[in-house]
């Protein structure tokens, strides 16, 4: 059989991603879930005293303060002191998360050329980066030096490491294992499961786009009930965050539309890295858009820009209507993306959409910049760590 078809446990666990831990759970993850509530409560909103968490989460006083002690001794959260400006009475005591005590480890492997990484703590700040070039490794030799690199950032750091988050090309399943990346030939790859032998540490591994759509809703302002990151480089591809989930699809390939064919007659069409002709990607990745605005004057490559930005707003539109997006951010040179082409696309995807739809629509460059992914790669630390995002 083959492993890469989605079992029960697979499926359990997809739902296990939730990014908001918000409903009754079974008594024996009762705990582990109040814990993130608390967590989730602390990392968006800041210092709160004891009762405040317990009137939020709707868990009892008590409950609270066992949590917080735990919490406490875990190291991961400390007593700020009375509230500031209180007036009247015995003024409640803050308890903080200490975003700075912990650093995770981020990687980005967009490509098979560079493997980007960082340290950082858990507010986003980054604090140590370090490349490392691939120079024609493929496979376990791959791995072998995203291991490595791990290796030199974790003795860059002088705090306790809580994870190792890598943002990764390719169909990954939820437990981190790589179905298939073809370019840095891997198949079947258990990339957490031997990083985390490796490194003895919590290891979370996410496809890029994925990632960077948790990181620019954790580390920035993204709507997480309707939101696209969409990335584009020589490839394309999407993460999409519906409903506080991560969307995975039937085979955790949601949001991989670089492949399909936008053409009318595909023959004509340039020749994609997937071996078929005429793809969204071979029409709108930035090797295409470069091609079309070569030696164009300002006015001509407006044009030209905003005729790409017409097909993009056409292929996505379908997209946009069946999962009622509220937001684009989009991942690439702003150069080339911000300005004509993006407010062509949202054009024409008025144009072609119910009001209902598309009126609040918002679509722009990724807050995060080119930082997006190493931040989404925190995000899965994070997230799986904390249940915080
Ligand atoms: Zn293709």
Same mark, same amino acid.
């Given at each position: ?41 602390? *990392? ?57 005590? *912990? ?46 690199? $791990? ?100 085979? *955790? ?18 020749? $994609?890295? $997937? ?115």
């Amino acid at each position: 059989m083959n492993s890469a078809v989605p079992t029960e446990e697979h499926r359990a666990q997809s739902l296990g991603r939730a990014l908001r831990p918000s409903v009754k759970v079974l008594p024996e993850h009762a705990r582990a879930h109040n814990r993130s509530l608390v967590l989730q409560q602390l *990392f968006r909103f800041g210092p709160s005293s004891r009762a405040d968490l317990a009137r939020v989460t709707g868990l009892t006083r008590v409950t609270v303060s066992d949590l917080v002690s735990g919490l406490e001794s875990e190291g991961l959260v400390e007593d700020l002191g009375p509230r500031p400006g209180t007036r009247v009475g015995k003024p409640a005591t803050l308890v903080g998360l200490r975003k700075k005590a *912990f650093h995770v480890i981020a990687i980005e492997v967009s490509d098979d050329v560079l493997v980007r990484g960082a340290v950082m703590d858990l507010a986003g700040t980054i604090h140590q980066r370090q490349d490392e070039e691939l120079k024609g490794r493929r496979g376990n030799d791959a791995v072998e030096a995203i291991a490595q690199l $791990c290796h030199e950032l974790i003795a860059r750091s002088d705090r306790k490491i809580l994870g190792v988050g890598v943002g990764a090309p390719g169909v990954i399943t939820p437990e981190g294992l790589i179905l298939e990346a073809p370019k840095l030939r891997w198949h079947e790859l258990p990339m957490a499961d031997l990083l985390a032998k490796r490194l003895n540490l919590p290891v979370y591994v996410e496809n890029d786009a994925n990632a960077a759509a948790l990181g620019e809703h954790t580390f920035s302002d993204a709507d997480s009930t309707g939101m696209m990151l969409l990335r584009v480089g020589t490839g394309l591809g999407a993460g999409i965050l519906i409903d506080d989930a991560l969307l995975l699809g039937h085979r *955790f390939a949601a949001g991989e539309i670089g492949h399909v064919i936008v053409m009318d007659d595909p023959s004509a069409g340039e020749l $994609c890295a $997937c071996g078929r002709r005429g793809c969204l990607e071979t029409v709108f990745g930035i090797p295409a858009l470069r091609r079309d605005t070569e030696g164009l004057g300002p006015a001509e490559t407006e044009t030209a820009l905003a005729a790409a930005g017409e097909r993009l707003g056409t292929a996505l539109t379908p997209v946009v209507s069946a999962l009622n997006l509220s937001q684009i951010r989009v991942s690439g040179p702003a150069q080339l993306l911000e300005g004509p082409l993006l407010d062509a696309a949202l054009r024409t995807i008025r144009e072609r959409t119910l009001a209902s739809v598309s009126e609040h629509l918002e679509i722009r460059m990724a807050t995060l910049g080119d930082d997006v992914v190493l931040m989404g790669a925190a995000a899965l630390v994070l997230s799986g760590q904390l249940g915080v995002s």
